[in-house]
């Protein structure tokens, strides 16, 4: 038995090796989330086509400051 026959001899139908990223067939580093199946390196490139936006998170000294006014009291 040679090693071309007995490497990828068995069926890959579950696990690591049975996914892929749809756009460059690369194995690791795959996004499944909502059926995306895209590897984070194409998803980067391709997010804008596919929809997705960037939220810039808002920073915990801006949400204080923002949220001062509305929170005083007259009393």
Do not use: W
């Not at 810039?56 to 000294?61: A, L, M, N, R, Y």
């Amino acid at each position: 038995m040679s090693h071309e026959s007995v490497y990828f001899s068995r069926p890959r139908t579950y696990g690591k090796g049975a996914r892929e990223c749809r756009v460059c067939t690369h194995k690791a580093g795959l996004i499944r989330k909502y059926g995306l199946n895209i590897c984070r390196q194409c998803f980067r490139e391709k997010s804008q086509d596919i929809g997705f936006i960037k939220v810039c998170p808002v920073t915990s000294t801006t949400s204080t400051t923002m949220l001062r006014p509305t929170q005083q009291s007259t009393i």
